[in-house]
């Protein structure tokens, strides 16, 4: 009884470890997201206020 007892002690740590790690990579995850959604937000803004279907090639195009 004690050994059965010491395992399900083992497994309950084991677990409790491996849901703090799932949880950790989880708010990484959120975070990456995040900054991933802010970038490409900065990113459309500038390609708006670029103008119209212009490109850096067009911009830099002499006259």
């Known amino acids: 009884m004690f050994w059965f007892l010491l395992f399900l002690a083992v ?3 084991w ?3 491996l849901a703090l790690l799932a ?12 900054e991933l959604v802010a970038a490409q937000s ?4 500038a390609q708006s206020e670029a103008g119209s279907g212009q490109t850096r090639e067009d911009v830099r195009a002499p006259a």
């Open 11 to 13: 497994v309950a740590v």
């Open 15 to 17: 677990l409790l470890v």
């Open 23 to 34: 949880l950790k990579l989880w708010r990484q995850v959120k975070a990456l997201t995040r």
């Open 42 to 45: 900065k990113l459309d803004a």
